[in-house]
């Protein structure tokens, strides 16, 4: 990247440096560490300098924003010209107590919403069955049927505020629940935008809310891309994640390297089935993880923007639409402590901070309270008002990838590249992604590192402020949310009702439908639509699919 | 106390957040203990089951959905019919305060929530198993 002549003089120099300067130094005032590691274990130097980077050649690896590799962003003006959407993650107890919220958010200035379902749901299971025992709207939101979504969004505009589900398993069912709200309510799904996660395969390495085994689920996922840039343009029919896969405890290399693999994946499956990559891949969008160690996390955001950009490339994609990425940043949950919650505000306003400075096209910001309970009213409101003071306060948002050009931040976004393509050739060895999911491969790289992570913890060798140093000895006192007690009972009530009033004959014939499809290889996108407009449940349409498909059962590794 | 304790962490519900049940299974193996680890989507039954089947001194249940009143306290009721009344258990996940002392009262003799050290609980299981 620079003029041979210059590099040497730098090179010279920084010899010169280290000797006369830095070596003395160190031997009178040593450093506070003998190795500086981030959290992949990536040895860190002093200082970094262009000797570092001079491998790398500006137009072809960094580039330009809004143009092919996309490093430094993919919007020629990036927040110059629109903020990232502000997302909140949330839902609990009851459609109507979520559908308050979700307004509750809407008026203090969120731009997007996102739901959380409870684990009932995300397993497609109803609220009656027996499995739902004690999970009734704990983490998330109870959807059980096209009844409830119904709730959920009554008077919310969903004509122009977008939508992101994170559910899964039954991804296919639950979109089908949000189109046919759309389209009672008079929306055509042309207009319609927003994101169902629908990424399987990060749920056998890490978040585990799978039903179906690989093959299938994979079968569901190419159906809703068909359906997705056919029927509903403005949707993203799936989030790759690395969001989970971190917080199962991963390392930054693994969340990217794990989650650009799968990405890959799905890109060859729906080729495979003969769609064409410039049709499908624009509607492909990611979600990673906000951790603690703030420049690597930039670092991450940025290589993969390169790496993706590279992929779908050699995959044989033409528009630049197709190759660049677009995701979705949460700040990490597991980095949250339950000792001094308020001082995650700060961890919050870092992590955050980070995923802008990536250039991320939505965020969402963790409640204080959040290792406690789910978030109280003020510590969401809060958590949001974090977003809004980077947004309009901070001026982080007034050029495009400021921190482009760091000796340091470069060098690291490059090695990060390096890293993730190791584990590429890693997995490749296996035969591709899901060998090695059955055998285990993800699941161990993130138990190791996870445990590895807790005995650093543990023997203060990495510090977590208020847990393993600067401890106190009070009472927490921050206010828990609670529920409405009543809302278990009126949900199994509705869905009692909800199964007398409907035309049974009409739902049977619907359910008998989808069970013949699902025995072919027609889309099922057409046939779940038929079942959730008659209001068949969520459970009634995935016991079909179990019945078909069978059920995964993963290997207990630890 | 020559025989090793042995532990079974079970996690109970369909909460998938298996991080800290396996972080905290491989620490008690390195503490020395013998570890079954029952793997996801454990119902009380399944729970009670294996305790009785490998014969162990420990159950540990982690769960991070907020189920934890339902389920913890559907096997401790399941241990106390069956007489298993010599088990101890304890549990850990995302538990408020105001339920850690109703959870005591139900028989989970100790809660861990985040932050935990490995070796509090190490050194909880060897005070307080019954042997």
Known sequence: ?558 | MNEKIRVLVAKPGLDGHDRGAKIVARALRDAGMEVVYTGLHQTADMIVETAIQEDVNVIGLSLLSGAHMTLFKDVTSLLKKKGLNDVLVIGGGIIPDEDVSNLKKAGVSGVFGPGTHCDDIVKFIRKNVKK
């Open chain 1, 1 to 558: 990247m620079y003029d041979k002549k210059k590099m040497a003089d730098i090179k010279k120099k920084k010899a010169e440096w280290n000797k006369d300067c830095y070596s003395k130094h160190i031997k009178k005032h040593s450093e506070r560490k003998k190795i500086f590691n981030n959290l992949s274990s990536i040895e860190i130097n002093s200082i970094y300098t262009p000797d570092d980077i001079s491998h790398l050649d500006y137009n072809q690896n960094l580039g330009f924003p809004g143009i092919y590799p996309f490093l430094r962003g993919i919007h020629p003006t990036m927040y110059r010209g629109r903020l990232w959407t502000m997302r909140q993650f949330s839902g609990f107890g009851s459609a109507e107590e979520t559908n308050k919220r979700y307004k509750y958010l809407l008026e203090h200035g969120e731009t997007g919403l996102s739901v959380a379902f409870d684990y009932p749901t995300l397993y497609g299971y109803d609220t009656d069955h027996q499995l739902s025992r004690g999970e009734f709207g704990k983490c998330g939101v109870a959807i059980s049927s096209l009844k409830d979504m119904e709730i959920l969004f009554d008077g919310i505009p969903i004509d122009k505020v977008t939508t992101s589900m994170t559910i899964n398993g039954p991804a296919a069912i639950v979109w089908a629940f949000y189109i046919a709200n759309a389209k009672n309510r008079g929306i055509s799904k042309q207009i319609i935008g927003g994101t169902i996660q629908n990424d399987i395969l990060k749920e056998y390495i890490a978040q585990k809310s799978f039903i179906f085994p690989p093959e299938p689920s994979m079968r569901l996922i190419v159906d809703t891309f068909e359906y997705g840039f056919k029927e509903v343009p403005r949707w993203n029919t799936i989030s790759i994640s690395g969001y989970h896969i971190r917080e199962a405890g991963s390392t930054a290399i693994q969340e990217l390297a794990f989650t650009l693999g799968d990405g890959v994946e799905y890109v060859k499956w729906a080729i495979k089935r003969g769609l064409k990559i410039d049709d499908f891949a624009p509607r492909l969008s990611f979600f990673f993880n906000a951790h603690n160690d703030f420049f690597e996390e930039i670092a991450k955001y940025r290589a993969a923007r390169r790496i993706w950009s590279q992929e779908l490339k050699n995959l044989g994609a033409k528009k630049d639409r197709s190759m660049l990425m677009r995701f979705h940043t949460q700040t990490a949950g597991c980095t949250l402590t339950a000792q001094q919650p308020e001082i995650n505000i700060a961890r919050t306003t870092m992590q955050a901070l980070s995923a802008v400075l990536g250039g991320t096209q939505s965020l969402h910001t963790n409640s204080m309270d959040e290792a406690l309970a789910l978030p109280s009213e003020k510590a969401a409101r809060i958590a949001l008002r974090t977003q809004q003071i980077i947004a309009e306060e901070s001026g982080v948002t007034d050029t495009v990838d400021p921190l482009g050009g760091s000796y340091y931040i470069e060098w690291l976004t490059d090695k990060m590249v390096e890293e993730t393509y190791k584990y590429f050739d890693k997995v490749e060895k296996f035969g591709g992604v899901i060998p090695a999911i059955e055998k285990g491969f993800f699941q161990r790289e993130i138990a190791e590192s996870a445990y590895k992570y807790q005995k650093e913890l543990d023997k203060k060798e990495r510090i977590m402020v208020g847990v393993n140093r600067y401890q106190m000895d009070e009472p927490i006192e921050i206010p828990i949310l609670k529920m409405d007690e009543k809302g278990e009972e009126r949900q199994i009530n509705r869905l009692k009702k909800l199964r007398e009033d409907r035309n049974n004959i009409k739902v049977e014939r619907n359910l008998a439908n989808l069970k013949r499809a699902a025995h072919g290889n027609k889309n099922l996108m057409p046939f779940i639509l038929d079942c959730v407009h008659s209001y068949a449940t969520l459970g009634e349409t995935c016991d079909i699919l179990r019945e078909v498909f069978g059920e995964y059962k993963e290997p207990a590794i630890y």
